[in-house]
């Protein structure tokens, strides 16, 4: 029944062209107090450079398969390296509330990133998704695509005020279990559960060609896992990352405030996804050059602490967080 009527949420907000969330008229004063979660519709733009531009990039978050992916069809346009589009996690074009939006974010960039552990443009932040969540290669910064996509978060960003806390970002953190993730229960919630859209191996549902190239997106479920999914590297890769993603919206038209899944099986499903075959991305062990700032679900070496490659996969993560609250400033003066 649950999945039922997700499925047909999931199909509508699917084959709707733009898959967006509530919207208000672009014009609203900046001054106005900004509405708890709304965002501007591109649509409401008049056909100019700037309104063509930002529907443009609209266009390459719904459908960076077909635009600059592996089924563009200019081989050297195919930036990105997989079946998966930008919405594929940035769920509806990026604007829903907890689901990864992009929507709010103008205004946070430049940001510290810990995992170069400098401060990073949208531009470069863009880039990190286009070489580990999309398994490809970065595009180029001036380029038209980079333009149109900066141009698009920033229009959709202008019901937020530069400089306050965003509200919806990210997903929901969830409190940490006291105990390892089970990816074997993790199997039963994901038969249960995911594999009706995702499939019972994980790889999505694959649109017919006619289909695909109608909606110019590869898959009409995308592949968790495998050769056409993120690589290794990405945040979804990520054990505390991935959980509170699919507490906060899986199965797709749930929502933050209604969760389907209990703490403990989105920790055990994530750890059955996480323990399934995926693209490598070469270079890790130069990631968070800071030590004593690496997530501690981060699951590629080098690790620093007395805790298993394991225990950092699946948890449970409060004994590392503990030690590193101890030992990471001691950890990071001797490095
Ligand atoms: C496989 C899932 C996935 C895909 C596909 C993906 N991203 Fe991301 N993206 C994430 C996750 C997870 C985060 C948060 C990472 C973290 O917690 O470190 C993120 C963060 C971001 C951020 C920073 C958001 C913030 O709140 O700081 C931007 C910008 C971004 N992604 C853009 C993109 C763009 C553009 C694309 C397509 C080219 C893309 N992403 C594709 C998973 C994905
Ligand atoms: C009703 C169908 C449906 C169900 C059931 C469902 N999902 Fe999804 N899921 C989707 C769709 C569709 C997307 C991509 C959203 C888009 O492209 O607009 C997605 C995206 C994802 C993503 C990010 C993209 C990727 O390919 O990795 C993850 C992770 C995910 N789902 C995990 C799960 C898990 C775990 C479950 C079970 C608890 C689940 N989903 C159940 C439809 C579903």
Known sequence: MLIRVALSIALAALLSASGRAQTVPAAAPASAPAPTWAVPD??????DAFGRTVRRGRDLIVKTSSLIGPDAPDPTMRYSGNGLDCQSCHLQAGTQRFGLPLAGIW???????????????????????????????ALPVGGSEMKAMLS????????ERVGKPLDGRGAPPLPLPEK?????HGLEVFTATCAACHG?????????????KDAGRRYLFPPLWG????????GMARGITAAQFVHANMPLGTTFEAPALS????????????????????????????????????????FIGPFSAEQHRLGPWPPIQAWMKANGAAARSAD
């Open 200 to 212: 019972a191996d994980g790889q999505g549902q694959r649109l017919a060609p006619a289909a695909a």
């Open 107 to 137: 205004g946070v960039f430049p940001l510290y990133i810990a995992r170069e552990n400098e401060v990073r443009t949208l531009e470069e932040r863009i880039n990190g998704c286009m070489e580990r969540s999309m398994n490809g290669r």
């Open 180 to 184: 390892a993730g089970d990816p074997r």
């Open 42 to 47: 591109p649509d409401t733009l008049p056909d």
């Open 263 to 302: 703490v403990s099986d989105a920790f055990d499903v994530v750890a059955y996804v996480g323990a399934q075959p995926r693209p490598h991305k070469s270079g890790l062990e130069a990631d968070f050059p800071d030590r004593s700032r690496k997530p501690v679900d981060a699951t590629y070496p080098p």
């Open 152 to 159: 698009y978060i920033k229009f959709i960003s202008s019901a």
């Open 227 to 234: 050769p056409d999914s993120f690589n290794d590297g990405a």
